[in-house]
């Protein structure tokens, strides 16, 4: 049962950090204005069907950072815009030709897969955010709801919630281990007046 406890324990600071880790990306991303990253990957929902039938409207998917150099014609990447009415906006579209390295930067070529669907102004390095991994599947919902202020706030008090349980978890463990303190201190002096008085009456005895 002990041991159980402690699994329990180890595992609920372990998902505290993670999700103190995570909180603490969105508001630098709602600050910043940037799309969050962690260990170089980020993770972007769908919100155009410029990519249907392949990605649909509310997909959430998984974009890994990438070398220009590594893109090849037919890879799915993220880049931000920076022109007309792509800018600021962040667009996941496919490669239509390799990346080509003019005047030492590498300029792109990307279009959406959809029917009638138009080449995007050329682009350069610095605006790629990654390449595309996978779609992240069933949590389009919670993604939805955290990104609302109700849904932020809710993530908030679950942290709050789980910081004051290992909190007083910690404050408890604190307890019984000076409880045991006392204890062992009890033990000793009892010993201790024990082997006194057991001295006392040797003394006693040969005299």
């Known amino acids: ?54 990605l649909m409207i509310g997909d959430v998917i998984l974009i890994k950072e990438a070398e220009p150099q590594d893109i090849q014609k037919g890879d799915i990447v993220t880049y931000k815009g920076e022109e007309g009415d792509l800018n600021d906006k962040f667009i996941t579209h496919k490669m239509i030709e390799d990346p080509q390295l003019v005047d030492g930067r590498y300029v792109f070529h990307t279009q959406g897969i959809y029917e ?26 919670v993604y939805s709801f955290f990104l609302k202020p ?39 002096e009892k010993q201790e007046e024990s082997e006194q008085t057991s001295d006392e009456n040797k003394d006693s005895t040969d005299n």
């Open 1 to 54: 049962m002990k041991v159980f406890k402690k699994i329990l324990s180890i595992l609920g600071t372990i998902l505290l950090v993670i999700l103190l880790a995570v909180v603490i990306v969105m508001f630098n991303a709602r600050l910043s204005g940037e799309a969050p990253s962690v260990f170089g990957y980020q993770v972007f929902r769908v919100s155009s069907g410029s990519m249907e039938p392949e």
């Open 150 to 188: 109700y849904g932020l706030i809710t993530f908030v008090l679950i942290i709050i919630v789980l910081f004051g349980y290992e909190l007083i978890a910690l404050i408890l463990s604190y307890h019984t281990l000076d409880e045991i303190d006392d204890e062992e201190d009890d033990d000793t």
């Open 116 to 141: 009638g669907a138009v080449p995007d102004p050329d682009w350069y390095e610095d605006q790629l955010l990654g390449e595309f991994v996978c779609k992240i599947p069933f949590i389009d919902s």
